[in-house]
């Protein structure tokens, strides 16, 4: 069987190659995308290991899923167009799914120390 089941290490291992991506001048939309996926994959993992409902869980992946649908609006216009303004915005994002995903952890630590 497989080791236990980590949020936090399955995120510093995804995130462990792509750290420099925020130093870039025009960092990728791709990558916010693959990170909220990420983030998503874990969440589910972990709603699939319970069998009660956990709210903050109901609470982080509705989070996600307003933050994947958000997404494509304006910051992939400004992608598309290379606006000047993409790159202050791009941190912004990246910054709501930095503390989607310590929300994310802290939760999970939270309620594994209860348990």
Known sequence: MSK??????EVKQYLAGLREEANYAR?????????ADKLMEIANKWQAQTDESIVPLISILMDL???RADLGGELQHDYDK???RYRGKWLIEKSKLDSI?????????KIQSLS
């Open 4 to 9: 236990e089941f980590s949020p936090s290490h």
């Open 27 to 35: 960092p990728s939309i791709y990558f916010l995308e693959s990170y």
């Open 65 to 67: 899923d307003i933050f």
């Open 82 to 84: 290379n606006n000047k």
């Open 101 to 109: 995903r310590y929300k994310l952890i802290t939760e999970y630590e």
